[in-house]
Structure formats: structure tokens, C-alpha cells
């Protein structure tokens, strides 16, 4: 989780006050511009060295003590906002001695550190990004030698990049989770790991999990994914291994798979963080059963857990203790009020010893990215926020002690982790976002003592902002990012007026960091439309995604990640207004082809495709439609696909070929009878395999808005309510709306229909079920049926949400739904509402973030304590008009 | 960090004042703060190992030492901070910062960080100290404030909260018998 300011540097401004030597710069301040690139100074002459920044890593100043004399200029920065995608502020000073010292340090309007030169030489440059803002620049005279010294302030280009890698990149396909993974529609800030050798033996054969079996952990739940790769891409099976306490409640939930050898490879853990049980599960069959660990068991009263597993650093000092119970250290990290710390697992989980500080807040901030171990055992967890520099804490005897490492060309992030990524040889890769948004990598192979020069990885694709950057490294040289990216500039959590696109982006080298392949792996889907706001539980509904994604490999070598999907197909799309994008369809994403992370496993590219997915086969008047997913293309264009059909199974014989660009095709001589279907792939390599086939069903009768409940907008699993088989009253199945004619004296009506599990007499006392929507206007509205003390009639209404300070959100009731709103005993709920009191709908309007909610009043009467018991995914509808339903 | 060569000026200056000095007379190295006694009475084993760490941040010193035990996940962990540099206050400033946020919020009007909410969740505690707060965590933290100085005890280990806030505390007041 995230805080707004840059806590650790609270006091800076305060010092700013006390600065101001007796040796103004001339002039004592400056504007820079786009018009007016350079901006220069003077100031001096120093006799006196100042030496606290030695101390603290920022220099004490104070007009009248002449040991800590400053130089203090105030610098204006009103540039294009285009600017930071290009552009950087680049403040040097020169002074004639060289043996002398000036220490240069730059901070933003609230005394925030972003950028400082101390290492000494000259000239001391510091650089920040391109972004309009009032700045103050402080020079430390550090060992001035009587000297003055000359600052320039110049907006010059940003360094150039190194060119993209060259040759066939690596490609990766989108797993969503389906309709049947209850939970699985709030993702935010999910996990994944993939146990390589599944402890299960059943869990892997033929073409199913071979790179093994992969865990999906987000919410509440932990989902275990079964992938066969018959098929491309492959056919996916989600199934709830949820341990059953961690079901409880949610913060920060984590999931991790220790795929290190030892005595228990394959162990899966699932952690919780907040709730009565605060506390690490783990599991050594594939999450068939679960153990707990010991946990706090009480509430917790910090924030942002992570959990990693490793081998042990036998070298250190002290040596680690003998380990029966498990081979790997395990460790739990997180931030604990004024420090952040790692405790140790010697026992594979179970229990942990205390937490070692890994730095105060004052040095870092709090909120960290992901613990990893090294094969050698040296243990990381990075940071976005160390004064001037992101960094990474190491620790390189298993846990005892700490010291933090900075990458000193990066700039502390505008609010998300870093992740690191170790390679087989311990070389560590180090993916962040940098303070300007841009997706950026460092490499370091000395335990993070020194990096390279950091990469701009996003720049190929003109990648302006970025957000939640994952690594994962395999072979030495072999690397991958992902991150949520977009290539259009500006400040993109402006809720209001930031308009882009994000996509779900991979940058993956081959070459230990020297180029990059920047891949698209979502590139006709967005992940977001709009703003994504990353500062934690002050943002509004622009939050959905939550605060990471996260990035593994399989046993093979390919990239496995998972990430949150806040602009699902079917409610969402690039046109959709911002207000659309509020889901977080848990999605797993996976390479399908190119180099893996593991040379051994690289496949010989280019080659014919892999066999499409076959979809269905729905039979009507007009024929049979067949229907099949794209599979991976092999490393060279699709050509076409080839069809098969056949009386009887295993019988097909060619019947069509269809260009690649479509993927489903319309057999008009199938109007009636039983056909078994089969499709193959096609490129300038050759066929691919055929994968499985399909066996013609009747299609579905199409669904009207005219009549019964309407259009069918979202399905919800059955039985996927909190505390299930009870609460089954709460228990929402799908939800549909309808346009139906009823009279000239209605003629606007729109009819919500919530079906849930059953509502029998007694109706749940204390509940609440609502559909919620977001009009063509943008605001949110709600419908919904109540209910108060047993017994009493449920009470029908609607209303609106409104955006309150501190960004929080509140459901505002506006008055009763129409009279004829019901329910029935079958669980059947009809909100019936004017369309005037929600937006002044009108046909052709489109609905989007329709979705639903029950909850439980918690407590007594009147404390305003809801507890959801259900919730849905959301879909949209298009408004068709009472009156177009007239007659039909 | 620097590597410029210091003047004679520049060390005729630095002796005149105080680079991330210690205050006179206190002990800064957390490994000298626990007898084994101590440790023995309250986790029933003999440390095996100590490991000491320090580090300067801003304008406060940070001395940790890991007490390990034969039983590893019983071992404790203790950290020092104290004041450094010409300021004086460092440490009760993050003391402050960290324990006392509302009052912040009073003159600043911005909202509560996540981070500064979970400090609003840790528990006062008396007896130990000038003033004392268990964090609840994974493995539970006491800190212990006295004058212008901090400690952080943590103890691993399978054990309820009562019964590890109660050895930290124990443990605490030992480690503060040994500041001034």
C-alpha cells in the first residue's frame, strides 16, 4: 500500500527555512522553460566546508552556523508535458579546482529528495525528469577550497537508448479467468507462482502442465491452474485450492511457490495480512490440503506483507543452522511503523523467527516491493523510495543483517514497487518506475553494490507511463519486465482528464540487459481505460487494479504472469468511457512462443503453429457456426486456418479454408444433424497439429430486451457466496436488464432483474441487494431491495455514488424505485426505475460497470457496518427505448 | 560517498563539530544492551551468536543485533536508535512521526497514509519506558521510547501475542537499565 508523500523527508522543507547562507546564489532563483532552456547561476566564494550530508544523506543548512552553510536556489519549471517523455532537467556545477567538492542535492515542492550528486569530482550533476513544478536546488559546499562555483540548469534530450533487440520476439497469450472462478472478478494485486514438479503426480502428463502446475492467488482465494498444451492457447482450467483460513478476511494477500529444490519442492503458500487470523498458509500437494502457519493471531497493525523462499548462504557468517524440516529459508517481510523488516523460516513456514530491521523510515519508505532469494542465497527486497534513489535491501547472511543498495541513475518512483528479478547466477535485474512514470531497467552483478546504466524499456513503443513492474530473470543473461504501460504523456492518475490507453507490456532481453524486446500481450484488449490511481486507500474507484501484478517462470522457461483486468471485453473497450474501467478480472498471462528464460528450452523458430483452441460448434437455421482461438503463430504470420468436419468423431476431413484474420466459420451446410469439427493452423512453415474437436450443439435462442428479464448482463458462479452453502438468500446467479412496453403512460422504464439463489420466506433480514451502473453522464447509480428486522417487507430503491473528500466513495439513496419493483420466492428481484432518475437515459445510451453486490448489516441496527457476501463481475448494455419493445 | 580529499581546513572544522556522533556516554552498540541472563530467562536458551549491524540515516544512528539461539526462530532481535549529528532529536522526531501521526494531520489537513493508519493501530503500553507500543505484526514488535532514544525488540517464535508482548517487554526494561 501507498502513502501520498514521501514520508522520509517530511522534515526537508523545515531546513529549507534555516537555509540560506550568507552566500546567496546570483540570482537567487530562476525560471526554465521550454522557450528558455538554460538557466544559469553563481554563487560564492566558500571557505567553510559543510560536511552533515555525510551524516544523513541531505545537508543540514543554516544561515548562521557557519559549518552548515548552504547555497539555495529556487528554480520554476513550466515546460510541455510532453517534455518527460523526452526531455530531462539536468542541473550541473563547476567550479575551477577539481579537487575541491560541491555537493548538489534537488527536491520538489514538498521536499521531497529527487536527485543528488555527493559522490564528488566536478562538476556535480544531478538530474531530475521534465515536469513543471517549482524546484530548490541546494549546494552543499563539501569541501569548497575558498572556491565559487557556477550552477547551469538546462533542459537537455534524455540519453539515448540502446536499440531494440533484433529477431523474433517472444509472445505471450491472455488466460482470463472464467465466469466459474467465483472471486476471481476482484483480482486486484495478484499472485502467481507455478510449482515446476508437481507434488501431485496426477497434476501433470501427456501435454497438461508440463511446465507445471501454476497457482493464481488474489482476494480470498487461491486458484490452481491446470494448462494443456495440446491446444494454443492452451486449454485452462481454473480450480478454487482456497485454503480454508484464508478465507476470512483480505489485505495484501500474497502467493508463492517455492520451486527450489530440497526436501519440500513445490511447497505453495497463501498469506493474508489483515483479519482475525493474520497469518501464512502452506500447502505440499498442489493446495489439496493446507497448514497453517503460526501467524500473529490478531489483527495486524501494519501493512504490505511479502513472503519469499530460497536456498540457504551457506558461506555466511554465521553459517545457517542445521534445517531438517525444510531445505529453503523461507522469509516474511514487511513494514512495521518506523522500520520495515524480514523474519526467517527455518521450518519451512511454520515459524518465524523476529523481525530484523531492514532500514527506518527516515532512510526508506515503508512500503516495499517483493522479497527474493538468489540461488547463492542472498536475499532482496527492493524499494522505490530511498532518499535521491530507488534501492534494494540485501541481505547476504540469511536474514541476520541489512544494508541498502541504491541504484543511483534512478529516481524514486511516483508510487509503485520495484521488483527485482535473480538469475541462475545471481545476477539481479532490477525493473522500476521511475519518477517521470517511464518503465526503466538496471542490471547488477555484485549483489546490487554497482548497477548499469538503467534502460528505458518502454521507449520502443513511446511508453510514457507505466505502472506495476514485475521482473523475473532465468538464464544469466535473460530477463523479462512486465508492466502495465501507456504511451500517452501526462499525469495519469488525473482522474479527470488523463484519456489513456494501458496495456499489458513485456520487455524481455537476451542479452543481460544491453537490448530489450518490448512486446504488446494485450494489444487489441485494454487492461484500463482512463486514469490508474496508485497512492493507495486516498484514490478513488480509479484503484481498481490495487498496487502490483506480479511475474514468474515455469520449469520450461516461459514467462507466467498475472495481473488484474480493469477493462473486461463485454463491458469494456478502448472507446469506453474511464467510468467503465473499474473491474479487476483476475487474468493470467503466459509466453506461448519465442526464446524462453531458459536457453535449454528455446524452441526452433520459426516453425509451422501450434493447433489453434477450438471453441464450439452452435448449430441453427443459417448452419453451423464454428468457432476456434488463435493460436501461437510460430514465429511467422498465419496464413490461413483449415478447417475439418466429420459424421462421427475422429472422421473429419477438410471442408473449408478461412483467412487467418478470422477465427470462426460458417458452415451453411450444417443447418441440421450432428457434425464433429476440427481446425488447423497455417504459415508459410507449414500445418500445425490438429487439437481436439468439437461436436455440434442448437445455439441458444438469442435473448431480447422486449421481453421476459431482458439481456442477460453478468453471470455469477453459483455458490460462491461468503459463508456457503448459508447465505444462499445472498447468493447472486445473474443479472439481466429489460425494456419491456407497458403502457404510453411509462414510456421510459428500465427493469433490473438480480436473480440470487432463492429468497423464501423469511426473507434474510439485514441485507441489502444492489445493482450498481455507471451512465452516459459518468455518475454511478444504484438500485437495490433491503431489508431491515425480520418479518418486515423489503423496501425498494435507488440513488447515486458520490465522490466525498479524501477521495472516498458513499452511496447516497435518492428516493424509491417504481412501485412495481417485487421479488419472488424463486429469487427472482425486479428493481423497476424511471429512466429520467438515473442520468435521463435515453435509447442508445450504453450502461457500463453494471454489476452487483449483496451484503449483510454487521452488528447492531444503525452502525452502518455492511459485510459483502456476494459480488459480481460487470457488463454493460446498450439502451434500446421502451418504445422500440412496443409490439414485441 | 565523497572522495575528495579533506583539507586541513576541512579537519580543523570537523573536529570543531559533530558528524553523526553518538550522545557522550551512551552505549550505541544494541549487542551490549541484553545479558545473556536476561535472554536466558526469558526464551530458556543461551545465545549461540550475536551479529551487530549500525548504519547513520539522516540525523539518527541505527545499532541492531541479532541474538541468535539455538533454537533459531526463538532468537531476538534489538534495535537501537539514537540521535546523531547537531540535531540532536532525530530519533524522537521519527518517535514522533510514527506514533503520534494524528497530531500531524492536525496542522498539515492532508488524509492519513495507509502507513500512517497502521501506526494509529499500534497498542500503548505501560510500565516500560517513557512511553511503549506493541505492533502487532507476524512476529510482533515492542517499542520502548525513553528521553530522546528508541528501542525495537522483536522475538520469534511460536507464541501468543500476550505472552510475546510480555518477554519483549521484559526484555525491554532489562535493555533500558543499560541506558543512562
Not at chain 1, 198 to 224: C, D, I, M, W
Not at chain 1, 493 to 508: E, F, S, V
Not at chain 1, 806 to 829: E, L, M, R
Not at chain 1, 857 to 885: H, K, P
Amino acid at each position: 500500500m501507498y502513502n501520498r508523500l514521501n514520508r522520509a523527508l517530511w522534515f526537508v522543507p523545515a531546513l529549507f527555512v534555516l537555509a540560506g547562507s550568507g552566500l546567496a546564489s546570483t540570482p537567487s532563483s530562476g525560471a526554465l522553460t521550454d522557450a528558455n532552456p538554460t538557466v544559469s547561476y553563481t554563487a560564492g566564494p566558500f571557505v567553510i566546508p559543510n560536511l552533515t550530508d555525510s551524516v544523513s544523506g541531505t545537508p543540514m543548512c543554516s544561515a548562521t552556523i557557519p559549518a552548515e552553510q548552504c547555497d539555495t536556489f529556487q528554480l520554476a519549471v513550466n515546460v510541455a508535458s510532453a517534455d518527460a517523455s523526452t526531455k530531462q532537467i539536468q542541473v550541473t556545477i563547476s567550479f575551477p579546482i577539481s579537487a575541491g567538492e560541491f555537493d548538489v542535492f534537488v527536491f520538489d515542492a514538498n521536499g521531497n529528495l529527487l536527485a543528488s550528486d555527493t559522490a564528488g569530482g566536478e562538476p556535480s550533476v544531478a538530474t531530475i525528469p521534465a515536469v513543471t513544478g517549482a524546484y530548490t536546488v541546494v549546494v552543499d559546499p563539501w569541501d569548497p577550497l575558498g572556491q565559487s562555483f557556477n550552477g547551469v540548469v538546462a533542459l537537455v534530450p534524455l540519453p539515448a537508448q540502446p536499440p531494440p533487440a533484433t529477431g523474433i520476439p517472444p509472445r505471450y497469450q491472455v488466460y482470463p479467468a472464467p465466469a466459474s472462478a467465483g472471486g476471481a472478478e476482484s483480482s486486484g494485486e495478484p499472485s502467481i507462482g507455478v510449482d515446476w514438479n508437481p507434488n501431485v503426480a496426477s497434476l501433470k502428463y501427456g501435454t497438461v502442465n508440463q511446465g507445471g502446475v501454476a497457482f493464481f492467488t488474489s482476494n480470498l482465494h487461491e486458484f490452481r491452474l491446470r494448462l494443456d498444451d495440446c491446444s494454443s492457447p492452451a486449454a485452462t482450467t481454473w480450480t478454487d485450492v482456497t485454503s480454508p483460513v484464508e478465507t476470512i478476511n483480505t489485505l495484501d494477500p500474497i502467493g508463492l511457490c517455492d520451486h527450489f529444490g530440497g526436501s519440500h519442492p513445490g511447497r505453495v503458500f497463501q498469506s493474508q495480512l489483515a483479519g482475525a487470523t493474520s497469518l501464512v498458509a502452506f500447502s505440499d500437494d498442489d493446495g489439496n490440503s493446507w497448514l497453517q502457519s503460526q501467524g500473529s493471531g490478531q489483527p495486524a497493525g501494519v501493512d504490505h506483507e511479502t513472503v519469499g523462499s530460497g536456498p540457504y548462504n551457506t558461506a555466511a557468517t554465521p553459517p545457517p543452522p542445521p534445517h531438517p524440516a525444510y531445505n529453503n529459508a523461507v522469509y516474511y517481510c514487511s513494514q512495521d511503523i518506523a522500520t520495515a523488516f524480514c523474519a526467517r523460516s527455518d521450518d519451512g513456514g511454520l515459524t518465524f523467527g523476529p523481525g530484523v530491521a531492514m532500514y527506518n523510515l527516515t532512510q526508506c519508505t515503508g512500503i516495499h516491493g517483493h522479497v527474493k532469494v538468489a540461488p547463492d542465497g542472498t536475499v532482496y527486497v527492493p524499494n522505490r523510495g530511498c532518499g535521491a534513489n530507488q534501492a534494494v535491501a540485501v541481505s547476504a547472511d540469511n536474514g541476520l543483517t541489512w544494508s541498502v543498495r541504491p541504484i543511483p541513475d534512478s529516481t524514486p518512483a511516483i508510487g509503485n514497487d520495484p521488483s527485482i528479478g535473480l538469475a541462475s547466477d545471481g545476477t539481479a535485474y532490477f525493473g522500476y518506475q521511475d519518477g517521470s512514470g517511464a518503465a526503466k531497467m538496471a542490471v547488477s552483478h555484485d549483489q546490487g553494490n554497482t548497477w548499469s546504466p538503467s534502460v528505458n524499456v518502454g521507449a520502443a513503443l513511446s511508453i510514457a507511463g507505466s505502472v506495476f513492474p514485475a521482473v523475473v530473470a532465468g538464464d544469466p543473461d535473460r530477463a523479462a519486465m512486465f508492466f502495465l504501460g501507456s504511451p500517452t504523456p501526462g499525469n495519469f492518475q488525473d482522474t479527470a482528464n488523463y484519456k489513456g490507453i494501458w496495456h499489458a507490456y513485456l520487455a524481455t532481453t537476451y542479452d543481460g540487459g544491453a537490448n530489450y524486446f518490448l512486446v504488446d500481450a494485450t494489444p487489441t484488449d485494454p487492461v484500463q481505460v482512463g486514469s490508474i490511481c496508485i497512492m493507495g486507500t486516498t484514490c478513488g474507484a480509479d484503484r481498481n487494479l490495487l498496487d502490483f501484478n506480479d511475474l514468474t517462470i515455469d520449469a520450461q522457461g516461459r514467462v507466467v504472469g498475472a495481473f488484474a483486468d480493469g477493462c473486461v471485453v463485454g463491458s469494456c473497450d478502448a472507446s469506453s468511457p474511464n467510468t467503465a474501467s473499474r473491474s479487476a478480472l483476475g487474468t493470467a498471462l503466459r509466453q506461448s512462443g519465442g526464446r524462453r528464460m531458459f536457453a535449454a528450452f528455446d524452441p526452433v523458430e520459426p516453425a509451422a503453429p501450434a493447433a489453434p483452441l477450438i471453441g464450439s460448434a452452435l448449430q441453427s437455421s443459417t448452419g453451423t457456426l464454428v468457432s476456434w482461438s488463435a493460436p501461437d503463430n510460430g514465429g511467422a504470420a498465419l496464413k490461413d486456418y483449415v478447417v475439418y468436419r466429420g459424421l462421427t468423431s475422429g472422421s473429419e476431413k477438410q471442408i473449408a479454408t478461412v483467412n487467418a484474420s478470422r477465427t470462426s466459420y460458417l458452415d451453411s451446410s450444417a443447418k441440421t444433424g450432428t457434425y464433429y469439427y476440427r481446425v488447423a493452423a497455417v504459415n508459410k512453415y507449414g500445418s500445425s497439429s490438429l487439437c481436439g474437436e468439437v461436436v455440434s450443439v442448437p445455439a441458444p435462442p438469442p435473448q431480447s430486451a422486449c421481453t421476459g428479464s431482458g439481456i442477460t448482463v453478468v453471470q455469477d458462479p453459483t455458490g460462491d457466496q461468503t459463508g456457503a452453502p448459508a447465505n444462499s438468500q445472498l447468493d447472486i446467479q445473474w443479472m439481466a436488464i429489460s425494456e419491456k412496453f407497458v403502457s404510453t403512460a411509462t414510456p421510459n422504464q428500465l427493469t433490473f432483474t438480480m436473480k440470487v439463489a432463492n429468497l423464501a420466506s423469511p426473507v434474510q433480514p439485514n441485507a441489502l441487494w444492489t445493482i450498481f451502473f455507471t451512465a452516459p453522464n459518468g455518475t454511478a447509480y444504484f438500485v437495490d431491495m433491503s431489508t431491515s428486522g425480520t418479518g418486515t417487507a423489503p423496501v425498494f430503491q435507488y440513488g447515486h455514488i458520490a465522490t466525498v473528500a479524501g477521495g472516498t466513495t458513499q452511496q447516497t439513496t435518492d428516493g424509491s424505485a417504481d412501485p412495481s419493483s417485487t421479488f419472488s420466492a424463486d429469487g427472482t428481484i425486479t428493481l423497476v426505475i424511471d429512466d429520467s432518475l438515473v442520468g435521463g437515459l435515453q435509447a442508445g445510451d450504453t450502461l457500463v460497470n453494471i454489476n452487483g453486490k449483496t451484503q449483510l448489516l454487521v452488528g447492531a441496527d444503525g452502525t452502518g457496518l455492511l459485510e459483502t457476501i456476494d459480488s459480481t463481475s460487470s457488463g454493460r448494455y446498450i439502451l434500446v427505448g421502451n418504445a422500440y419493445c412496443a409490439g414485441k | 560517498m565523497h572522495t575528495a580529499l579533506v583539507s586541513n581546513t576541512v579537519l580543523l572544522v570537523a573536529a570543531s563539530i559533530i558528524i553523526a556522533a553518538p550522545v557522550k556516554g551512551v552505549p550505541t552498540d544494541a549487542c551490549t544492551l541484553l545479558s545473556r541472563a536476561s535472554i536466558r530467562t526469558q526464551t530458556g536458551e543461551q545465545v549461540a551468536s550475536t551479529k551487530a549491524t549500525s548504519r547513520a540515516s539522516r540525523d539518527v544512528l541505527q545499532s541492531q543485533c541479532f541474538y541468535a539461539l539455538p533454537t533459531f526462530t526463538n532468537s531476538v532481535s534489538v534495535t537501537l536508535i539514537s540521535p546523531a549529528g547537531a540535531s540532536r532529536d532525530g530519533a524522537r522526531k521519527m518517535w514522533e512521526r510514527w506514533f503520534h501521526p494524528a497530531e500531524d494531520h492536525k496542522s498539515d489537513g492532508q488524509p492519513a497514509s495507509e502507513e500512517e493508519e497502521a501506526a494509529g493501530k499500534a497498542s500503548p503500553v505501560t510500565g516500560v519506558g517513557d512511553e511503549a507500543f506493541w505492533v502487532r505484526s507476524f512476529v510482533g514488535t515492542l517499542y520502548v521510547r525513553k528521553g530522546n532514544r528508541f528501542l525495537r525488540i522483536s522475538l520469534g517464535g511460536k507464541m501468543n501475542d500476550q505472552e510475546r508482548q510480555a518477554r519483549a517487554k521484559a526484555l525491554a526494561a532489562s535493555a533500558l537499565r543499560r541506558l543512562p
